[in-house]
């Protein structure tokens, strides 16, 4: 789910052209995790310590893509991504500065069927099957500002099959270091990787706030910001050395309770605050920066008697520039092992 580069540099100066004579960077900017796959509970950690299974499958089908304007570029873009993941979320026992903590590793599996276009002369499109760059929250810190003692503190009923604890009431806010690892397959003459082969770091904050009934249950607000930064790459398209500008990343979601179910609306929005670097990345009037909006809604089930989450979530591009616009299904859980 990161940019998508161009078969040649011949190739890049041809859709430069076609593009209307303005410099195109060397690669379309599609994004990497983090980003699009957290939003309830985004600051919370699970009640308990120990080592929780996390994971899901996502469906990406895009069949258009924007030049800075908003304006589509080729008739037959398509791009179909399917993601399988499976990781885990280690939560530490204990506090540290008030604080919980817990590290997080997932990989993923797939496949990345991309077109950019047939209408040139040059083959830009590919085929590609196989391991996507894991993310790691190196560390990540939850401390919570609750109204009396959350589920799981001592003298609060465990829960059970006829008993769901409510959610508790206040505020957390969560503070991380994640990083996308370049182990992901990538061959620089393919228009479309699953890898992206090279290294980003990303800082990151989140805030959850949960308030009383108003409607139902409760009514929760929750927000993740990480700013990633790229590191250089030095075998992009002709050998050259390239570095992608950094983007903003923002998860989140406004959603109600009722006993174990959560819905609501849930949305993702990238923008990039630096331009491409590279030669020959001669950048647009505009820098060639991605900046896109993802919208829609979200389900989850929590079965706290077996210590687990599903959730569902369905998200759309609502504004997309220098960037594919297209739908977005995402299916993920979450168990407690021990």
């Not at 993941?85 to 599996?109: D, Q, T």
């Not at 990540?140 to 003692?149: D, L, Q």
């Not at 979601?253 to 020959?280: H, M, S």
């Not at 389900?299 to 504004?319: H, N, Q």
Request: aromatic share 12%.
């Amino acid at each position: 789910m990161r940019r998508i580069k161009h078969k040649s540099v011949w190739a890049l100066v041809l859709l430069a052209s076609l593009a209307g004579g303005k410099g195109e960077a060397a690669e379309f900017m599609q994004t990497s995790t983090p980003g699009g796959t957290t939003d309830i509970r985004a600051a919370e950690l699970p009640p308990e310590p120990g080592l929780y299974l996390i994971g899901g499958l996502v469906g990406v089908n895009r069949d258009r893509l924007n030049d800075g304007d908003g304006n589509e570029l080729f008739p037959d873009t398509e791009a179909r991504l399917r993601i399988g993941s499976i990781g885990g979320i280690y939560v530490y026992p204990g506090e540290f500065l008030g604080g919980r903590m817990a590290s997080s590793l997932i990989f993923s599996y797939g496949q990345n069927k991309t077109t950019i276009t047939n209408t040139t002369p040059a083959d830009l499109s590919s085929n590609r099957i196989g391991l996507f760059d894991p993310y790691t929250d190196l560390f990540f810190w939850s401390k919570s500002w609750y109204e009396g003692p959350p589920p799981g503190a001592p003298g609060q009923q465990p829960p059970s099959a006829d008993f769901i604890p409510p959610m508790p009431v206040g505020f957390t806010l969560g503070l991380g270091l994640g990083a996308t690892i370049p182990l992901g397959i990538f061959d620089n003459k393919e228009v479309g990787n699953p890898g992206f082969h090279n290294w980003v770091i990303s800082p990151n904050i989140a805030v959850t706030y949960r308030t009383k009934p108003i409607l139902l249950d409760a009514t929760e607000f929750s927000a993740r910001l990480w700013y990633n930064h790229n590191f250089e790459r030095e075998d992009s398209t002709g050998g050259f050395t390239y570095r992608d500008g950094d983007y903003l990343s923002m998860d989140f979601a406004v959603t109600e309770r009722y006993q174990r179910y959560q819905f609501g609306l849930a949305g993702n929005v990238k923008w990039q605050v630096q331009d491409d670097e590279g030669t020959p990345a001669t950048p647009a009037l505009d820098g060639q920066r991605h900046k896109s909006i993802q919208l829609g809604p979200i389900l989850a089930v929590d079965f706290p008697e077996y210590r687990s989450t599903i959730s569902l979530k369905y998200m759309t591009d609502v504004y997309s520039r220098n960037a594919f616009v297209g739908d977005y299904l995402l299916l993920s859980f979450s168990k407690k092992i021990f």
